[in-house]
């Protein structure tokens, strides 16, 4: 394993980290499903274990993801262990209503702050993240407020805000502007560059750099066809149907698969290889919720010719774009 520094901080990640989300299982609100399928404790424990024995230090989580229950796995198994950096993030909630309610008011992040600390039972949290709050939250300031007080009390380390998927440029320019937080949390992969400006301006600044949705929604895995059906209780139900699904792998057999065979790697290996060929990037956190997750997402990296980088790279304008396109209708 590889490390790398975040930003200007002290942290040292490892560059492939533990992304938590699917390990929080299966979870509705208001009738939408929020997580990725059921998940075995068991084996989302033996998953940590696994990336723990191959070098991986960083775990992202978020108290949304499985309304807290993936906070509480990371918590039991890696507990206060100061030489494991946690990042998690704040923001969304159960409403009153019982519907998906977002909340950036400073009480409301000071005390969900408190409720992770206790699932993740640690002193701190590493690397403290706005769960893709707007420019309406940044603007009113009760948030910053917020997470510079919990920096101040020493409740968490570090912060920074976990960016939107399709238009992250208001968000991410107020922070770079006003040198707000510490890092970005973005989505970079071989299909959505867009936030590639943002990764540079970021790393200019001394910002971190968290690279998520590296596969895509397991669209850069080799494993999704347009056969592939998802369970009824797993989000990606609604985002990767087979529209999307056929368009991705057209390019991809004609574009991009061809290089696993020159490298000698797995579609996953080079699509992770292709976002840790940005020196910006501190980390990259694929989903991982088994043993052999771990396996899949760190054995196979390689070093890509620049001549291969830029061949990724110019795909966005030449062949993605029109995909985002739809991706982002799908919603």
């Known amino acids: 394993m590889q490390y790398r520094k975040f930003g200007n901080t002290d942290l040292l990640v490892s560059e492939i980290g533990f992304g938590a989300w699917a390990i929080g299982g299966t979870a509705s609100v208001g009738g939408i499903e929020i997580g990725w399928g059921p998940s075995d404790d068991s084996v989302s424990t033996a998953a940590i274990h696994t990336a723990l024995d191959a070098g991986i230090n960083f775990f992202d989580t978020a108290d949304f993801y499985g309304l807290g229950h993936s906070e509480s796995l990371l918590g039991n198994t890696i507990g206060n262990n100061k030489e494991v950096l946690v990042a998690s993030k704040v923001g969304q909630k159960i409403g009153p209503d019982g519907k998906i309610a977002i909340d950036y008011t400073k009480d409301h992040i000071i005390k969900a702050c408190e409720l992770s600390l206790q699932r993740l039972k640690r002193d701190y949290i590493d690397f403290h ?51 707000f937080g510490n890092g970005f949390q ?38 999704i066809t347009p056969e592939t059906v998802f369970s009824s209780d797993d989000h990606r139900r609604y985002r990767v149907v087979p529209p999307i699904t056929e368009a991705v792998l057209q390019i991809l057999k004609k574009e991009v698969w061809p290089l696993c065979d020159k490298y000698q790697t797995t579609a996953s290996g080079l699509a992770l290889s292709y976002i840790l060929s940005y020196p910006e990037i501190s980390t990259v956190i694929p989903g991982i919720r088994t043993p052999e997750h771990v396996a899949l997402n760190t054995d196979h990296i390689v070093q890509l010719e620049e001549a291969d980088k830029i061949h990724l790279q110019e795909l966005y304008e030449s062949d993605w774009l029109k995909v985002m396109e739809m991706m982002e209708r799908q919603g």
């Open 186 to 223: 973005l989505v970079f992969n071989l299909i959505n560059q867009k936030a590639l400006p943002i990764v540079t301006a970021a790393a200019a600044k001394g910002y971190g750099v968290i690279a998520r949705m590296p596969l895509q929604f397991g669209l850069l895995s080799g494993k």
């Open 129 to 179: 993240q706005l769960h893709v709050a707007r420019m309406q939250h940044l603007e009113n300031g009760e948030c910053i407020e917020a997470m510079r007080l919990l920096q101040q009390q020493g409740k968490i380390r570090y912060w920074g805000i976990s960016l939107i998927t399709f238009h992250p440029f208001p968000e991410a320019d107020f922070f770079l502007k006003n040198n």
